[in-house]
Structure formats: structure tokens, C-alpha cells
């Protein structure tokens, strides 16, 4: 990705990324920081305070499954409640770009990077497909009409939409506080409202189904439980599992010494460290490549980061996980990744930037024409 290059054929124009969820959206102004050459080249940052808009919930929609998204019932006209979140997205989308405060009256025309879940249309420019959301296949479309009515034109044609997990892996490699900066090989993986990845193989940020590497998604992937990883691995997984259990937030109970919640974050713990290994793997078996570190980001990352859950969270999961490489290798794995016997420092760690799916997706539109 030649960072430089693209902003040198795009010119002086306000950059805008744009990270998008169920749970809302939030825009952000982008700056550029000056490097040196080649990997320490220009790095990407957020400047000023996000535009935040959040998505009230539809009470009882519920998406459809993804067989019937994409299958022969894909052209299933929407009802009335994924309707009414379409327009909740829509209007949240709008409001958080507007809400930066671009003036059109002096000729204000970003550059609009923009990142969201579910699966694309063909042309990248809609979500036809969606597990937590609606779908909306006309996306950047009628976000460009509702833009424009308000005065506001981008420099170039909005979309495609880049995945979450791609974005969020990208910034966190040009991003100036990412924690894949300067690497050739890593591996994202964001949870939040679902499970978000992405790999940089050769200094390149994929999309896990862009890999050629045949890896089977979270959602589909199974635990010894039975249960798929997207609901080990992801924040409301882990708040649906506590619900049953307890009153409040899971991570203050277990802060607290709750058996049950504690209990919770070490099975938590277990299943991230299993994950894991099994990601470097098969990337080594199957691109031949040792990742340097392992990210995670996202709300799972602020739980790993979390001082007072270290002890049932980000350390029973780095134990874990140098046991498993060292039970089952790879060979080229254990000689990175373990040191003494453990785990060593630096290779799976957490990530406070929230930005990063912003500032990824920012950067994924710099390389549009």
C-alpha cells in the first residue's frame, strides 16, 4: 500500500474515515504523521473528537439467517422492522459525517472512507447480507443522495464498503499508534457485537476469505462446546453468556472476585488462546508464513488490556496459548513465539485504538482511483 503516493495524487482535501456498526457510527477527521522512508513512511492519525451517532434497536427484528440472505430467498423484500433499522443506519451514517462540521460553503469535498459489517454487494457499495444488521443494498448510494441534499459533495464516489475486520487490521498497521505497525506478518482480530479479522501476510492487510488460505470464519468454526467462536470471542457473546449468570457488567464481577464471572473470563481465555493457535497454524502450514503478533482489538481488546482482569483474562489466555504451541507446534511457531517456555512479550497483545477501523478504512479509500 504506497500511503504516500496515494496522497500525493489526491491533493490537499479533508480525510474523513468512517467506522460503522450495529451499534452505531462514528466519523473521524484524518491527519496524516510524517515519517521517514519506506515501512516508517507517513502514518495515519485521528485529529479533534469523533461524530458519534448511535442506532437505537428495532425492538423485535431480527435478521434473517445468512442461508436465506444469500440463498434463492436473497431478493426477500424487507419488512417493516428491518425497514425501520435501515433508516436508523442511514440517518446514523449521515449524522456522524455531517455531525464533523465540514463547511460545503468553502468548497469542503472529503475523501470518505467508509467500513462496515456483513457481506457486499457486487459492486462493494451495499450490504446485501448482514448477521446483526439490515440490509441495505443501496448504502453509499442513498448516503451520497442525503450528503449532497445537505451540501455536502466527497471528492470521489463513496464505496466500496471495507469489512470491519479489514479496516480495523489496516489501521492498526498504518495507523501511528497501531499495534501491527512496521510488521511484514500479523493477525487482527477485533470483537465486538460479532467477530472481526484481519491478516497482513508480506506487509499486505487481507480479509481472511481474500487469503486464498481456505480459513473458516468464527461464526462458522465450532469449540470443543459446541458453540461457534463468534460467541466465545465476541463482546456480546460474552454479555449474552453473563446475563444468565449475574446482575451488571461481566468484567466489574470478575474485578470483584465473583466465582462466576471469573470463572467466565478463564473459559473466555481458553477459547481465545485456542483460536489462536489454531490461526498460526494454518498460517504456517498454509502461506508458510510465522506471524510476528497477534492484535486483539475492539471491546475484547479493552477487556485483555484491563488491568484488573489480567488475571483471568490476558494471562490464563498467553499460558494457554504457549502450552498449546508447545503440545502441537508448529515447529517455527514455538522457536517465535516461545521463549523459555513462554509465551514471549510482544506477541499477543491488546489494543486500545478504537480508531483503527476509521483510520483503516480511510486509508483502503486512498487507493481507490
Known amino acids: 500500500m504506497e500511503l504516500a503516493r496515494a496522497l500525493e495524487r489526491l491533493g490537499p482535501v479533508p480525510l474523513v474515515g468512517v467506522d460503522g456498526g450495529a451499534s452505531g457510527f462514528r466519523a473521524h477527521r ?34 434473517l439467517p445468512l442461508d436465506r440472505q444469500s440463498g434463492p430467498e436473497a431478493g426477500e423484500a424487507p419488512g417493516a422492522l428491518e425497514r425501520e433499522l435501515r433508516e436508523r443506519w442511514l440517518e446514523a451514517a449521515c449524522g456522524a459525517i455531517l455531525g464533523l462540521g465540514l463547511d460545503p460553503a468553502r468548497g469542503a469535498r472529503p475523501l470518505i472512507g467508509l467500513c462496515a459489517p456483513g457481506l457486499k454487494t457486487a459492486d462493494g457499495r451495499g450490504i446485501r447480507a448482514a448477521l446483526h ?3 441495505i443494498p443501496d448504502f453509499a448510494a442513498e448516503l451520497e443522495r442525503r450528503l449532497a441534499q445537505a451540501g455536502l459533495v466527497p471528492v470521489r464516489p463513496l464505496g466500496p464498503l471495507a469489512a470491519d475486520g479489514l479496516a480495523a487490521g489496516t489501521g492498526e498497521w498504518l495507523g501511528a499508534l497501531g499495534r501491527l505497525s512496521g510488521l511484514q506478518q500479523g493477525y487482527y482480530l477485533g470483537g465486538g457485537s ?49 446475563s444468565a449468570l449475574g446482575t451488571g457488567l461481566p468484567e466489574a464481577a470478575a474485578a470483584a472476585g465473583n466465582r462466576r464471572a471469573v470463572e467466565l473470563f478463564r473459559e473466555r481465555a481458553e477459547r481465545l488462546a485456542d483460536w489462536c493457535q489454531g490461526r498460526l497454524s494454518l498460517v504456517q502450514h498454509r502461506a508458510g508464513r510465522v506471524l510476528e503478533r497477534i492484535v486483539v482489538g475492539q471491546r475484547l481488546g479493552g477487556l485483555f488490556l484491563d488491568p484488573a482482569l489480567a488475571a483471568h483474562f490476558a494471562r490464563p489466555a498467553r499460558e494457554r496459548l504457549a502450552e498449546r504451541i508447545a503440545e502441537q507446534g508448529p515447529r517455527a511457531v514455538a522457536e517465535v513465539w516461545l521463549r523459555d517456555g513462554a509465551l514471549a512479550p510482544e506477541r499477543l497483545v491488546g489494543s486500545d485504538l478504537r480508531e483503527a477501523p476509521a483510520i483503516g478504512a480511510l486509508a483502503l479509500a486512498l487507493e481507490g482511483p
Not at 485529529?47 to 428495532?58: A, F, K
Open 194 to 242: 460479532g467477530v472481526a479479522e484481519c491478516l497482513l501476510l508480506d506487509g499486505l492487510p487481507r480479509a481472511p476469505e481474500g487469503a486464498g488460505l481456505g480459513l473458516d470464519r468464527a461464526w462458522e468454526a465450532l469449540a470443543c462446546d459446541g458453540r461457534s467462536y463468534e460467541v466465545h470471542l465476541s463482546a456480546a457473546g460474552l454479555n449474552r453468556d453473563w
Open 30 to 63: 484524518v491527519c496524516v504523521v510524517p515519517g521517514g522512508r519506506g515501512r516508517d513512511g507517513p502514518r495515519l492519525a485521528t485529529q479533534g473528537l469523533p461524530s458519534r451517532r448511535s442506532i437505537e434497536p428495532v425492538p423485535g427484528f431480527q435478521a
Open 133 to 135: 444488521g439490515p440490509r
